[in-house]
C-alpha cells in the first residue's frame, strides 16, 4: 500500500524528535552519557536517562527516582509534567513524539508475515499493572535497610532502555561490558521477545505493556489533541477501522485509551470525516496539511 503522506508526515517528525532529542553525539564517541542541565528536563517519551546520546530524562525514570528516595514520595514537577503532556496530547505522545513507539513502527515494516491487528482486549490492561507494580509500588515498598527504592520498570522491563543505553554502553564501555551480569543478559532476552513480537503484532510493548502509554491513555478522553469525527460528512463505511492497526473503531470510540492518534484512519476515510484536531479545530487531516475547521 502507498505511503500516505500523512504517514510520510509523521515519520518525519518520529525521527526529527528522536535525533533532537538523543543529540548528544559526544556520548557515543566516549561511551558516556551527558551529565549537563539539560537532564533536569523530561522528555515527553520514553527515551532512556543513560543512552549515550540522550540530553533529557525519561518521565518514568524520574518518577520512580523520586517514588524510591526516602527524602520525598511525590516530586510536583514529574507529576505535573506527566499531567500537562497527558491533557494537551494524551496517546499523541505515543504516535508522534516516542523514539521507541518510531522503532516498533519500523520493525513491523519488516516484510514478515503479520498477525491480525485486533488481540484480546483483556492484554490492554497488563500496561496499568506494569505501571502499578514497577513503577508505583515496588519503588515505594521494596526499600533497602536506608530506605532507599529503585526504578524496577527500568531495572527489569524497559525494552528503550536496553536497546538505548545498555547496548551501546556496553559495546563503547569497557568497564560496563566487565560488569555485565546476569540481569543484562535477562534485559536482552526481554528486548529480543519485544522486537520479535514487533515484527509480528503492530506496536505490542506500546499497546500491551508500556506504563507511560498507560498514563497517557487515562488522558486520552480529556485531552486537548483528539480524533475529531465530523458525523454530517461520515459515510459509515468502515474503513477507518478496518485500517486503525490497534484495533479502533474511531468513529465510535474516537476517545479511546488504545488510540495513539496515528493518523491511519484519517487517511484512510474516503470522505475526509475524520481529522486529528485541537479545542474543537483540526490541526492535521488526510493529505497531511493544517487548519481545516470541520463542519
Known amino acids: 500500500m502507498k505511503k500516505s503522506k500523512l504517514q510520510t508526515l509523521r515519520l518525519v517528525v518520529q525521527a526529527f524528535v528522536t535525533a533532537l532529542t538523543n543529540g548528544y553525539v559526544a556520548g557515543f564517541a566516549k561511551g558516556g552519557i551527558y551529565k549537563g542541565p539539560l537532564k533536569y528536563v523530561c522528555v515527553p517519551g520514553l527515551n532512556c536517562y543513560s543512552c549515550p546520546g540522550a540530553l533529557g530524562s525519561c518521565p518514568l525514570g524520574s518518577l520512580q527516582a523520586t517514588l524510591g528516595d526516602r527524602s520525598y514520595k511525590l516530586t510536583l514537577y514529574v507529576t505535573g509534567f506527566l499531567l500537562v503532556f497527558g491533557a494537551s496530547l494524551g496517546r499523541?505522545?505515543?504516535?508522534?513524539?516516542?523514539?521507541?513507539?518510531?522503532?516498533?513502527?519500523?520493525?513491523?515494516?519488516?516484510?514478515?508475515?503479520?498477525?491480525?491487528?485486533?488481540?484480546?482486549?483483556?492484554?490492554?490492561?497488563?500496561?496499568?499493572?506494569?505501571?502499578?507494580?514497577?513503577?508505583?509500588?515496588?519503588?515505594?515498598?521494596?526499600?533497602?535497610?536506608?530506605?532507599?527504592?529503585?526504578?524496577?520498570?527500568?531495572?527489569?522491563?524497559?525494552?528503550?532502555?536496553?536497546?538505548?543505553?545498555?547496548?551501546?554502553l556496553a559495546l563503547l564501555n569497557p568497564g560496563i561490558r566487565s560488569a555485565i551480569g546476569p540481569l543484562y543478559f535477562f534485559k536482552l532476552g526481554v528486548l529480543a521477545v519485544i522486537i520479535v513480537l514487533s515484527i509480528v503484532f503492530y506496536r505490542p510493548f506500546c499497546r500491551w505493556l508500556c506504563p507511560l502509554g498507560a498514563i497517557y491513555g487515562m488522558c486520552n478522553k480529556v485531552s486537548l489533541v483528539r480524533l475529531a469525527v465530523d458525523d454530517k460528512s461520515c459515510v459509515d463505511c468502515g474503513g477507518c477501522a478496518r485500517a486503525c492497526p490497534l484495533g479502533v473503531d474511531p468513529v465510535r470510540r474516537p476517545d479511546s485509551a488504545d488510540c495513539i492518534r496515528c493518523g491511519r484512519c484519517v487517511s484512510a476515510c474516503p470522505a475526509s470525516a475524520i481529522t486529528i484536531g485541537a479545542g474543537g479545530k483540526a490541526i492535521i487531516r488526510k493529505d497531511g496539511c493544517y487548519n481545516k475547521t470541520p463542519r
Open 92 to 168: 499523541f505522545v505515543c504516535g508522534w513524539l516516542c523514539p521507541f513507539g518510531m522503532v516498533e513502527d519500523l520493525l513491523y515494516k519488516i516484510p514478515l508475515p503479520k498477525k491480525p491487528r485486533r488481540a484480546p482486549h483483556a492484554l490492554t490492561y497488563i500496561r496499568y499493572g506494569v505501571l502499578g507494580v514497577f513503577v508505583i509500588l515496588l519503588p515505594l515498598l521494596a526499600t533497602d535497610a536506608f530506605g532507599q527504592g529503585e526504578p524496577y520498570f527500568c531495572k527489569l522491563i524497559c525494552p528503550a532502555g536496553t536497546l538505548g543505553a545498555g547496548i551501546p
